[in-house]
Structures are given as C-alpha cells and as structure tokens.
C-alpha cells in the first residue's frame, strides 16, 4: 500500500492519494480539481471511493468536480452532513473575496463512525477525532494514519470555527491519536508528515 499527496485550493490543503495493487481511494478533495483528476489518470487504478476526514470547504472544493467524472461513494461522519450543503457551517461563508462559498451538491454520503471497515482490499481503523470539528475523523491504514486537520507536525487544528472545541480537540489526539504505534507516519491535512512520536513533544500538548 501506497500514499501520496498533492497540496491544493486556497489553503494549501493536502489531498491524499492511496492505493493497493488494485485500486484506489482518494482522501479529502480540496480544491484544483484538474490536477486531481490528471493523477488519477496516472496512477491508472481504478478509484472506488472518496473518504473525508471532515467537511470544511477547503477539503471538499472539488468534490463535486471529481465526483462528475468518477461517481463513487463519499464517506464521512453524519455529525457534518450538512457542511456539504452550508457555507456558514464549512467556513466559506468567511471567504467571499476567494470566489465562495463552496457547497457540494452531488455528494450522497455513506456515514461511518469509528471502527474498523473495508472497501475494496483497503483495511481502514477509522477514529472518531471531533475537536476541530464535530466529525473529524482519522483513517488509520497498516503502515500510516491520515488525520485531517486534527493534529499537525508540531502544531494542532484551529477550533475557532463551527463547533470547534479546544477540550475535545486535546482528548481526541491525547486518548486516540497517541494510542497509535509511536513509530507510525502521520499525514494531516495541511503541511508536511510526522509520527506520533514527534508529536509528543508538541508544544501545544505541553504547555
């Protein structure tokens, strides 16, 4: 199993790319949608699915985009159904000089919530990991974890938008995240990987 990534939208938001010997998943849509789609073209594996960590706009902006050419099916958390569809709940209404707000109107999502799942040869832990935002989740795969905008390399996610919440922020990286092999590569949503073991030393888990 594979994971690559490209950095996109207006934010510099990580869009993930995983795959297996037969197929491939894609992890947070987040915008330039053109680029997403040229790598699926390259990567010449079939993709069966979309996950979203959560549904703020700058990780769903070319959902739709993606989704008119390949209609696979969307997971997500129920907590945030209606991010697809809300602009002052995604955070763009906060954005209007970028072009937006950004909404989906053809995603009909499959919720999960936390457990272990599989699609199409992919083994996924997923983790409940609210705090940034009431559904943040965590797709833990063999050999990585991708985390959305819960946990960074030395930094965490902002709980100043919709329901964000610092407390349950903190909980979800202290009693699930670092329940994690500490050797275990980490990929959030924005900047660059880490492990659970660099993490412990975050300075805002310890100050």
């Known amino acids: 199993m594979e994971i690559s990534y490209l950095p996109l939208g207006f934010v510099s938001t990580n869009t993930y790319f995983v ?3 037969d197929a491939l998943l894609i992890i947070d849509p987040a915008g330039e949608s053109h680029k997403i789609l040229d790598k699926i073209k390259s990567m010449n594996k079939p993709l069966k699915a979309i996950l979203l960590t959560h549904a703020h706009f700058d990780h769903i902006a ?4 993606v989704l008119d050419v390949y209609p696979v099916p969307v997971y997500m958390h129920q907590n945030e159904h209606d991010f697809l569809t809300n602009p002052a709940k995604n955070g763009s209404q906060k954005f209007q000089e970028l072009g937006l707000p950004i909404i989906t109107s053809q995603a009909k999502p499959q919720f999960i919530d936390e457990g272990d799942i599989q699609l199409d040869g992919f083994d996924i832990s997923v983790l409940y990991t609210p705090g940034h935002s009431p559904g943040s989740l965590s797709y833990v795969f063999k050999d990585f974890a991708v985390v959305g905008d819960t946990l960074f390399n030395n930094g965490i996610g902002r709980t100043d938008l919709y329901q964000g919440d610092l407390e349950t922020l903190i909980d979800s990286i ?3 995240l670092f329940e994690l092999d500490e050797t275990m590569p ?7 990987s880490t492990t659970i073991e660099n993490e412990f030393m975050n300075p805002f888990l310890n100050g």
Do not use: C, M, Q
């Open 174 to 176: 202290k009693d699930k």
């Open 19 to 21: 795959t297996n010997e």
């Open 62 to 65: 070319a959902l739709d985009d």
């Open 186 to 192: 980490i990929y959030p949503g924005h900047g660059p």
